[in-house]
């Protein structure tokens, strides 16, 4: 089973060098573009903005993957598709009108999702399974790249997976964090759909093998 898809996170790419990166990606066996916005207030960073995402999208031949790492995401969700995002993911501790959030990215056309911190529960998105087309599990706290896998996300997937059984057969889920070829297989196995991977692509000596790989681990 070689559905799965893999996401490079474009935080971990050369910024001065961004063009070159992103036909990199273009031409690697990679499905989407993974873009991290960052506030500097629901997270401890600041990334860059969606005049950068705008310049990314120009270059881009796959679906810009949006997670919105920012406080009160509402304000932003026409800004955000109108920079060329597919799919829009939010924070559940961002939210305090989730349901509402969920439905104003489907209006945009967007494809609509949840990302939960590393000790928020999957229990808490029982009420909005079926609204979801992603789920996001951060396998690390958010705000950098480059940081250590939280093995607990194994226990998470599955519980996911098995909250959505009969509910939400499409549901999507995706890992953030830490993600590389030593993690992938087990991920997958527990019923991850999206690999996320910042460092573990960028500082690769061979980005395009190292995305191939990743795309050829073979559960079956
Ligand atoms: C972290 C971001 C991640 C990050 C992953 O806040 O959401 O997408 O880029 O980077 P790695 O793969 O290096 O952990
Ligand atoms: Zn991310």
Redesign the pocket.
């Known amino acids: 089973n070689n559905k799965h898809l893999i996401a490079p ?1 474009v ?2 790419a050369d910024f001065g060098n961004l063009e070159r990166d992103v036909k990199m990606v273009n031409a690697s066996q990679a499905d989407w573009f ?1 873009i ?1 916005i ?1 506030d500097g207030v629901f ?1 401890p960073n600041i990334s860059f903005g969606f005049p950068v995402m705008n310049a990314i999208a120009k270059h881009a031949a796959k679906p810009l993957d949006v ?1 919105l ?1 920012i406080v009160d995401p509402d304000r932003y969700l026409k800004t955000c598709k109108d920079n060329g995002a597919a799919v829009i993911t939010v924070h559940y501790e961002a939210c305090t009108h989730l349901h509402r959030t969920l439905a104003a990215i489907k209006e945009l056309g967007c494809k609509a999702g949840v990302a939960l911190n590393p000790h928020t529960p999957v229990h808490l998105l029982k009420d909005v399974i079926q609204d979801l087309d992603l789920v996001c599990l ?1 396998s ?1 706290n ?6 250590k896998f939280i093995p607990q996300t194994y226990t998470k997937i599955k519980e996911l997976r098995a909250m959505a059984a009969g509910i939400n057969a499409d549901l999507l889920i995706e890992i ?4 590389t070829s030593g993690n992938a297989t087990q991920l997958l196995e527990a019923g991850a759909d999206v690999l ?5 692509v960028f500082t690769a000596e061979d980005p395009l093998a190292t995305i191939a790989a990743l795309k050829d681990v073979d559960i079956t």
């Open positions: 996170s935080l971990a993974h991290d960052m997270v997670h790492m951060m690390v958010p705000g950098f790249g480059g940081q953030d964090g830490g993600v996320v991977a910042g460092s573990f």
